[in-house]
């Protein structure tokens, strides 16, 4: 495990044409490094998330993806993402679509090590469109319905804090955070703040992910914005209904990336670009919590 700026974690660890998982459930989304993907010019990937909600669109956008592997996609209680369906209906992306129980069961493979993951369904939509593989059940006459382990190349998530020795810790929703990184080779994590590993024993029950299983931390503040740290930082909320408006226009979509992402060369340009104002209106909203 190695302590790295951001950039430099991007520069070693990700490149062209890998399988990524950028993880994190309605908070903890690691903008910083969707960001950083985009400014280091990445491209070819193959995205993973159960939810892909704006920084997919942003990183689609940026045309880093020629292929998106998810569950659900939108702007969180917004609507549509745009870029994303430009993408689509443009034949830019491919799309790998399952259900929420169907992708967490193909982490599950991939995290277990296992060739596949046996699950019960019933007919829907998504198995109208695309035949399922079954297998014998060893136990019994029935077929049982399965899918393929998900292993990515590099998982990216964000957490609360860690300690010097790569231990992870977070508070509140997880989601798939744990799946995605256990199932990936390798795990770049962002944290608001490194901590001595002694203040952090007595919150044991928060610990995400062991030292041994983490490739890299990279310090970085507000590294979930405009996504929510619970505790740390609200929600920007008004951010999430811009893009709604802002991403409908290809030109516009484009600009903000310039502007945000291109032309800055780090978190800290981009965070220098938001009012103290609105920011230390986030942290005092999350405080109030």
């Not at 704006?54 to 659900?72: H, L, T």
């Not at 369906?85 to 790998?96: Q, Y």
């Not at 041994?212 to 990279?218: E, G, K, N, P, Q």
Request: glycine share 6%; with cysteine.
């Amino acid at each position: 495990m190695e302590i790295l700026p951001i950039q430099d974690a991007v520069r070693r660890h990700v490149h062209d044409g890998q399988t990524l998982y950028l993880a994190g459930f309605t908070h903890l989304i690691p903008f910083a490094f969707g960001h950083e993907i985009i400014r280091q010019g990445r491209q070819h990937l193959t995205l993973c998330r159960a939810t892909p909600d704006i920084i997919y669109d942003q990183m689609i956008a940026a045309e880093v993806a020629d292929r998106v592997v998810f569950s659900y996609a939108g702007n969180p209680g917004v609507g549509l993402l745009h870029a994303f369906r430009r993408a689509v209906e443009t034949h830019r992306i491919e799309l790998d679509e399952y259900s929420h129980f169907e992708l967490i069961a193909r982490l599950q493979a991939g995290a277990a090590g296992l060739p596949f993951w046996p699950l019960r369904t019933l007919e829907n939509d998504l198995t109208r469109q695309r035949s399922r593989p079954m297998v014998a059940s060893p136990y019994g006459p029935e077929q049982v319905a399965v899918v393929p382990p998900l292993r990515p190349d590099v998982t990216l998530l964000h957490a609360h804090c860690a300690d010097p020795e790569g231990n992870v810790y977070a508070w509140g929703l997880l989601g798939e955070v744990r799946e995605a990184a256990l199932a990936a080779d390798k795990v770049l994590v962002s944290v608001e703040e490194i901590r001595p590993a002694q203040q952090l024993r007595e919150h044991r029950d928060h610990l995400l992910l062991p030292g041994f299983r983490v490739t890299s931390i990279s310090l970085e503040p507000w590294g979930a914005h405009p996504a929510y740290v619970q505790g740390v930082y609200d929600r920007d909320q008004a951010f999430y209904n811009e893009w709604d408006q802002l991403s409908r226009d290809e030109a516009a979509t484009q600009a903000w990336l310039q502007r945000w992402v291109r032309d800055v060369p780090d978190r800290g340009g981009y965070l220098g670009l938001w009012s103290p104002e609105r920011l230390s209106g986030l942290r005092r909203a999350a405080s109030n919590e």
